[in-house]
């Protein structure tokens, strides 16, 4: 018989190639290093810190730290700080980066995020450290029972916002001075939901030792798992003592997720943020924060309180209290509710503070108000991918055509430098001509407008659409909304832009163009100055303008109110 020549050179082949994955497999080596992961955001490459342990095996699942950096510092410092690394005697911040020194051993992974520099931990830098958690999950084996999350100062900020925005994403979180952003606080309840380990210098001159004294007393009113460790004497280097001889990771140690908690107790005011373990906000009062507290009694029975709620799902798969094909009792805000026995069950009002009932398939229907990914405010656009775009579609002159390119690209200049410290925000989103967007553009991007119906073809294409448009004549006002379009959002910032007037103040995490983005609403319409704000408002649940924007609107002469 005439030996098969094919089938033993296709065996060779693949032998050869198997024999190669296992000779010529790259591992990274044990310690501290540098990964970079791709950021649709902008289309980089963007650096994140990673410590591996000793003895590192890849068939094992690790614990994970997230550790956040400070204001005027970076991953290759933050990963340092967390291992109680500080610069030697004299040693810059510069020249502390360029190294890592030896340190002791732990059995845990470590990631530190860039997260662009500093741009505190909101927008594109928030998604980075959920970029670096999903890069590190996807390298390695990840215990996710024991993921936990730390950061200092601006990263201690991050901290808090990141831990208590998915607060069924850690098993602890550890906040050092931090500084956090704007409406945390109020979130303060979804720190029930794992332990919170504070640390503080009481001589602290940059972020005041009162907050985080406030977040503490708070926290235990509630019944909070909440430890604090004051510095006497400390100033603004409390991390220095807070992670000294790698104390977090004996801290962290002794925490471990519940990913089927008996109790839930969540907060949001936003769709982006939805879920906590087997709980889901799908419709709320949209503006006021939605809470409930969902427990069980025991098995097959629960007790469900809401504030602000309109509709809610329970996925009860593999809670070991839920049994199938068992009739669940439930209560909620104290009255008997007749229930499905499935797994996955979504209650509703039928109106404002009307009884709850579960929803069957027979009136389910498409809401079309706002939701995840369609709810705003102004600064979601901002968000994730998104491009900016100058108009041309009326043959500008070409000292008009370069006023309205230099506005696109300073709106784009989130990297201007900013001194020494502070640095660049390294995100690079492109400005383009309306006429140069291609339709991957417009499927992938949130667009950020600039003109009127009919300076830019793009505001022109859905002028049908958009609720409201300013004349183009006026040269007194400027408008600027946002707008859910074919799954992404349209921003358009007509007349004078959304910064005009804004003074240089406060401390610029951001530079100033950006730093009144996230406190806007949906809509914004001013005169001469945005600090003359005439309307900052939301749009409807339906995303309409209600009767006292209109008035307002329409009182000034200066826009067109789509019918």
């Not at 024999?19 to 649709?40: C, E, H, I, R």
């Not at 055509?401 to 690209?409: D, F, G, H, P, S």
């Not at 300076?455 to 448009?469: D, E, F, R």
Request: aromatic share 12%; glycine share 8%; with cysteine.
């Amino acid at each position: 018989m005439r030996p098969n020549w094919k089938s033993a050179l296709i065996g060779l082949t693949l032998s050869i190639a198997a024999t190669n994955v296992n000779v010529f497999a790259q591992k990274l080596p044990p310690g501290p290093q540098v990964l970079t992961f791709f950021s649709d955001a902008d289309d980089t490459e963007q650096p994140y810190g990673l410590y591996l342990p000793e003895n590192f095996d890849e068939t094992k699942a690790y614990p994970l730290v997230i550790m956040l950096h400070g204001a005027g510092s970076n991953h290759r410092l933050a990963l340092r700080r967390v291992f109680g690394k500080s610069n030697a005697d004299g040693e810059t911040d510069v020249e502390a980066t360029r190294n890592f020194p030896k340190w002791d051993n732990v059995d845990y992974i470590v990631a530190s995020p860039y997260a662009r520099g500093t741009a505190g931990y909101q927008g594109i830098p928030e998604q980075d450290v959920y970029d670096v958690l999903a890069d590190v999950k996807k390298r390695f084996k990840i215990d996710e029972d024991r993921t936990y999350l730390t950061g200092l100062s601006m990263g201690g900020g991050g901290t808090l916002w990141i831990g208590l925005t998915r607060p069924d994403i850690w098993a602890a979180i550890a906040p050092v001075c931090p500084a956090p952003p704007a409406a945390t606080f109020e979130l303060a309840t979804n720190a029930l939901n794992f332990p919170v380990h504070f640390f503080h210098g009481d001589a602290d001159p940059v972020v005041p030792v009162a907050g985080t004294r406030k977040w503490v007393s708070h926290l235990q009113d509630l019944g909070g798992d909440v430890t604090y460790k004051e510095f006497v004497d400390v100033e603004h280097d409390s991390w220095v003592s807070a992670y000294d001889n790698e104390y977090i990771f004996e801290w962290f140690k002794d925490f471990k997720r519940n990913p089927y908690p008996n109790r839930v107790r969540f907060v949001s005011k936003q769709y982006k943020y939805d879920k906590a373990f087997w709980v889901q906000f799908n419709r709320f009062a949209y503006g006021q924060l939605a809470e409930i507290d969902a427990k069980f009694t025991k098995e097959n029975a629960l007790e469900i309180a809401t504030k602000n709620l309109e509709k809610f799902t329970l996925n009860l798969k593999d809670h070991p209290k839920f049994k199938p094909g068992t009739a669940l009792s439930l209560k909620i805000d104290g009255s008997v509710v007749n229930a499905k026995t499935d797994s996955v069950l979504t209650l509703f009002r039928a109106s404002a503070g009307g009884k709850w009932a579960v929803e069957g398939a027979s009136i389910m229907s498409v809401y079309t108000g706002k939701k995840q990914g369609a709810e705003g405010p102004i600064y979601a656009a901002f968000s994730s991918r998104h491009v900016y775009v100058y108009g041309t579609a009326d043959n500008p002159s070409p000292e008009e055509l370069k006023k309205r390119v230099e506005i696109a690209t300073q709106a784009a200049g989130w990297s201007q430098y900013r001194g020494e410290f502070l640095g660049r925000i390294m995100f690079f989103p492109r400005v383009l001509a309306d006429k140069e967007v291609r339709p991957s553009d417009i499927e992938t991007s949130n667009l950020i407008l600039f003109g009127t119906k009919e300076t830019n073809a793009l505001i022109a294409k859905h002028a049908g659409q958009l609720p409201v448009h300013l004349k183009k004549t006026d040269a007194a006002h400027g408008l600027f909304y946002v707008f859910p379009i074919e799954g992404h959002y349209i921003a358009v910032s007509s007349g004078l832009p959304w910064w005009a007037g804004i003074k240089d103040e406060g401390f610029p995490f951001v530079p100033v163009m950006h730093r009144k983005l996230s406190e806007f609403k949906d809509i914004i319409f001013f005169k001469d100055a945005s600090t003359n704000l005439l309307i900052d408002n939301h749009f409807t649940q339906e995303w309409k303008l209600d009767d006292d924007t209109k008035r307002k609107l329409s009182a000034s002469g200066a826009v067109d109110i789509t019918p």
